[in-house]
């Protein structure tokens, strides 16, 4: 295997960061294809926690270059801030962090939009992070975005800025707002792009000469299947290509060079914002999962919701993207629930089913209930270490899924981890 694609399974927030750090230990280049500061991966190494929004997550292997690739959007303030942290921490990122040339820039009044729709009563709320995704993505499907390579260029930057600001206008001034002046817009980029455009490239250029050298790739996904703007449970998505096939649009690889697809499930199910959630619980079950999981927003610091593990919608998870290997994380959290409930199908009212709808309004999930642990898992390094329903519980999912459990978590720590088979292997 050469060149892994990881990418959540569900809702976001599956564990990415500390999947993509443990498997970048063998790897020389980690492209983040997606999604923007919306992202919030967690890495815990030696104790110590870093969240990490637009840096990819093998930052921590010294040994990896990093490519923030052009199916990303860039809030420039952010990704400098992120730099700072890294480097204060004595992470060296110089020679070895790539922006795409491709890829698109944040600019202040998408996020002022962003927050100008969520807190409207007259617009459908989707509970978004509020990072100005939607509009940045908007402004490159309307073909009048701003991309780092324009930089280069201030005349034709501050063109593209204005015909941005001239389509928003009415937009911004119909939700209360100010719209703000090119002036002020350019001033904010070029603010950061001294310090940018060095790491500005061709980055799939980064992705053939390793690919033709033999190198171990990993493409990195931001959010969750779920959240996938065509494949999610759409209207309440992400604008990106969060799926697996995000890493062949988004970083500039063909298909034919993938070599395995590792899909992130939790061993239960969360949500951040609106949408449906079928297997939701508000109930102290539902609590538990969020106090013992710690399920608070990694950017937002919004509760998460929580819910039991649905496995229509990871089988359909699986196969639009092609999963092949699962990473199943916080195995951990479940310790002590005397009964697990897995949900395996739902009634609709149009009738039972096994496969997930597209309108989910309405669905109400159909449970398997399995027997659960009391032990703490937290040590166990060999699946044989587990208690057995906890290895039931695995192969459950298994089964059902038709794909092997390669990694299974039992703890946020990169050595908190059971390496049931080589993702490299
Ligand atoms: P990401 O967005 O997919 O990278 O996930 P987040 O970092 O937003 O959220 C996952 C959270 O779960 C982080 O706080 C991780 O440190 C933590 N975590 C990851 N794996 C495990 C695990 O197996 N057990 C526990 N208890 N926490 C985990
Ligand atoms: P990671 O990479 C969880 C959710 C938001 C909202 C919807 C749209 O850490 O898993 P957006 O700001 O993207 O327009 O919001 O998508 N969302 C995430 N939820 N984890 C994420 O990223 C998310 N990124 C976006 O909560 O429901
Ligand atoms: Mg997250």
């Known amino acids: 295997m050469s060149s892994i694609v990881i990418v959540g399974a569900q809702w976001g927030d599956e564990g990415k960061g500390k999947v993509v750090d443990l498997v970048t230990e063998r790897a020389e280049l980690v492209v983040r294809y997606a999604g923007g500061p919306n992202a919030g991966h967690t890495l815990v190494v030696g104790g110590e926690k870093l969240i990490v929004r637009l840096v990819p997550s093998g930052i921590l292997q010294p040994h990896s270059v990093c490519a923030m690739a052009q199916g ?21 990122t110089s020679g070895r962090l790539f922006i795409s040339d491709r890829a698109h820039i944040i600019l202040p009044h998408h996020i002022l939009i962003d927050g100008l729709r969520e807190g409207s009563t007259g617009v459908q709320k989707l509970g978004t992070t509020k990072k100005g995704i939607g509009p940045c993505y908007e402004d490159k499907a309307a073909r009048r975005g701003l991309r780092f390579a324009d930089l280069a260029d201030l005349g034709r930057a501050r063109a593209l800025v204005a015909r941005s600001l001239e389509a928003w206008a009415p937009t911004i001034s119909a939700l209360g707002g100010a719209v703000p002046d090119v002036a002020s817009v350019m001033e904010s980029v070029e603010t950061h792009a001294a310090q940018l455009l060095p790491l500005v490239t061709d980055t799939s250029i980064l992705v053939d000469d390793a690919q033709r050298a033999g190198k171990r790739m990993v493409f990195e996904g931001a959010q969750g299947i779920l959240l996938d703007l065509d494949h999610g449970t759409y209207p309440f998505v992400t604008s990106s290509s969060a799926v697996a096939g995000g890493a062949c649009t988004g970083a500039g690889i063909g298909p034919t060079r993938l070599t395995r697809v590792v899909g992130i499930t939790k061993a239960y199910a969360t949500r951040v914002g609106e949408g449906p959630f079928p297997t939701e619980l508000n109930d102290e079950v539902g ?29 359909y998870a699986a196969r639009v993207s092609g999963v092949d290997a699962w990473a199943i994380t916080k195995l951990d959290v479940l310790t002590g629930l005397e009964t697990i409930e897995v949900c395996t199908g739902y009634e609709t009212p149009a009738g039972k089913t096994t496969e997930l709808p597209a309108a989910l309004e309405g669905a109400r999930p159909v449970y398997t209930s399995l027997p659960g642990w009391t032990e703490e898992i937290g040590s166990a390094r060999r699946l044989e270490e587990l208690p057995k329903n906890a290895r039931d519980f695995v192969r459950f999912i298994e089964e059902k899924t038709n794909a092997e459990a390669y990694l299974v978590s039992v703890g946020p720590g990169r050595e908190e981890t059971i390496a049931v088979r080589d993702v490299w292997g």
Request: glycine share 12%.
């Open 72 to 92: 990303m959007v860039i809030d420039p303030a952010v990704l400098v801030g992120e730099i700072a942290a890294l480097t204060q921490r004595g992470i060296k």
């Open 287 to 315: 609590e538990r999962l969020r106090q013992r999981g710690v399920e608070f927003g990694s950017v937002t610091g919004r509760p998460r919701r929580t819910g039991w593990l649905d496995i229509p919608a990871l089988r």
